[in-house]
């Protein structure tokens, strides 16, 4: 089957965007995220059989790149707004999400890529390992601190983190 | 609650027009970068050699090896240019490290400078202390007494400066031993979070005694070690050696 690099793009780049979203909190953060890491797998595109397997290298790109130290270094100063939840889905308790949004960006950045890709993308610890390149009990140490962290939160203190 | 869940339907739907376009400008933007300059600052003037040798992708990633892409090929908002218009929210905001700091032209006076050079991981360890205000040595020189001639001058209050602990795995020179853990103090205003916990540095340090250690120039003294490469973190971080290269040309400066 005939397929190409935009198309893919227009398939998969609203999921991209939206975990590229939850790791930043902020549209503008993560159009650059996505952007940026496609802008590095573009030249695989061609190489990798299929676009599930060239999914996964964007998305291990894209969680890379987010907890390097030059996205640290270039957004250090930036402190997250107020999560905008008019965007999100209608469904559920808005005042939860919007603690939620607000727990997840006190997280440091490898412990909010180690949940997101533990809890939204529902990897194994060993596959964060490998997407992060870290070792296993460095992402357990940081899905357990980051978890433990939402747990502490003053706006999640009333709600139990599964 | 159920967390991923949660986590699902609080990120919103967002449009992906106009994302092939950006993709394409920043591919521009990647190549002009990495076909601009290859070498890390601090060892590009003394020794061209690894400037030769470094290729920016020396180990390249099997096309079968799909989810471990290529770290050293990254491209940041440090090294690009300004978008002409739109997005890039994050280059827009960059300020460029400026300082009064040594400057090294050598690896070999980074060494000279330098009284131990580790590869050590960063920890979660961070203490705040308080230092000075320091005598000055000649209180008649206004550089070191900034209130000279002022009647009755309040002292400069005291700095505060942080403390991390770093564990050493490896020792290049110096006398520490690997294993050993360190306290790295961190003074250097902006930088002073450019390291993360769980990661591996090559540091060039002088020793303040009592276990402390200083980066002997906070542009100079801190390169971020990643799946067997060096890159200048600080500096310029689309730039990254071989470790074992610059392990091999400071034996030679040995």
């Known amino acids: ?162 | 609650m159920n967390l991923g869940n949660e986590l699902k339907s609080l990120a919103p739907d967002m449009d992906t027009e106009g994302l092939v376009a950006g993709v394409l400008r920043k591919r521009r933007r990647r190549q002009q970068a990495l076909a601009g300059g290859l070498a890390l600052a601090v060892v590009a003037v003394a020794t061209p050699l690894v400037v030769d040798g470094f290729t920016g992708n020396s180990d390249p990633v099997a096309v079968e090896d799909a989810g471990t892409p290529e770290m050293e090929e990254e491209v940041g908002p440090m090294s690009e240019p300004q978008e002409e218009s739109g997005g890039d929210v994050a280059e827009e905001s960059e300020i460029p490290p400026m300082g009064d700091w040594p400057y090294y032209v050598s690896l070999e006076e980074l060494l000279e400078a330098s009284d131990v050079v580790v590869l050590a991981t960063a920890t979660d360890d961070v203490r705040t202390e308080e230092v000075g205000p320091l005598e000055p040595e000649d209180p008649t020189d206004p550089q070191q007494n900034p209130t000279l001639g002022v009647p009755d001058a309040e002292p400069p209050p005291p700095h505060t400066v942080h403390i991390r602990d770093l564990e050493v795995r490896d020792t290049i020179r110096g006398d520490v031993a690997p294993g050993a853990t360190i306290g790295l103090v961190e003074d250097h205003g902006p930088w002073d979070t450019a390291m993360l916990e769980g990661y591996e540095y090559l540091l060039f340090l002088s020793s303040g005694g009592d276990n402390r250690f200083y980066l002997v120039s906070p542009v100079q003294g801190m390169y971020a070690v990643e799946d067997g490469q060096v890159r200048d973190v600080v500096q310029d971080p689309d730039k990254a050696i071989p470790l074992e290269e610059l392990q091999e040309l400071i034996e030679e400066v040995r």
Request: charge should be negative; include cysteine.
């Open chain 1, 1 to 162: 089957m005939d397929r190409s690099f935009e198309q893919f793009v227009a398939e998969r780049g609203g999921s991209l965007l939206r975990a590229a979203w939850l790791l930043t909190g902020d549209r503008h953060h993560a159009e650059d995220l996505v952007q940026t890491a496609l802008a590095k797998c573009f030249g695989r595109y061609e190489e990798l059989p299929d676009d599930a397997r060239f999914e996964s290298y964007v998305r291990t790109t894209l969680h890379r790149t987010y907890i390097s130290w030059w996205r640290k270094l270039s957004w250090r100063n930036e402190k997250p707004s107020e999560i905008r939840v008019e965007h999100a889905s209608s469904d559920g308790d808005v005042d939860l999400r919007v603690d939620l949004g607000r727990a997840l960006r006190t997280l440091s950045r490898p412990q909010r890529a180690a949940i997101t890709l533990r809890y939204v993308e529902d990897l194994s610890v060993a596959e964060v390992a490998r997407v992060l390149g870290m070792p296993e009990g460095t992402v357990k140490t940081h899905i357990h601190r980051g978890v433990a962290a939402l747990r502490g939160s003053d706006e999640l203190q009333s709600v139990e983190v599964d």
